[in-house]
């Protein structure tokens, strides 16, 4: 029993230390939108699509509440990142996701540690820009 409350513990710690979950100040779509503004406004960066999950969902009639992923990214640093471990493409572009759950609004980006620790990256100087910028287009909608 106890080796498996241990594994559990590990599961649970893996899944926990995977995202930074950052409550927003703002409604969702007022989220999405700052975020977005944030990413279209810094040189190198595209964003390349919105997925808008609530509304696929209400296609097949069923009920998600707001999440929306922003997906974006820098050709130039992500390529880099590919060229250390082209398993990173998996990874990439970038996400953020906003999605509203028990009345808040979150923010939720995967931790450049996570990726440092699954991907052969970890020198890469890629990625202290990387945690660099997602804190920075996060910054503006921080509680």
């Known amino acids: 029993m106890k080796k498996v409350i241990v594994l559990l513990l590990i599961v649970l710690n893996t899944y926990a230390s995977t995202f930074v979950e950052i409550e927003s100040k703002y409604n969702a779509q007022t989220t999405v939108n700052k975020i977005s503004t944030m990413i279209e406004e810094k040189k190198g960066f595209s964003i390349f699509t919105v997925f808008n999950h609530q509304k696929n969902a209400t296609s097949v009639d069923m009920n998600l509440p707001f999440s929306q992923v922003i997906v974006f990214g820098n050709p130039k640093a992500g390529t880099k990142l590919m060229q250390a471990d082209i398993l990173m493409g998996y990874e990439l572009p970038m996400r953020i996701m906003v999605y509203e759950k028990d009345g ?40």
């Open 104 to 143: 808040k609004v979150i923010v939720a980006y995967r931790k450049t540690r996570y990726l440092s620790d699954n991907y052969k990256i970890k020198n890469s100087p890629v990625l202290p820009k990387m945690k660099k910028m997602m804190a920075y287009f996060t910054s503006s909608i921080k509680k």
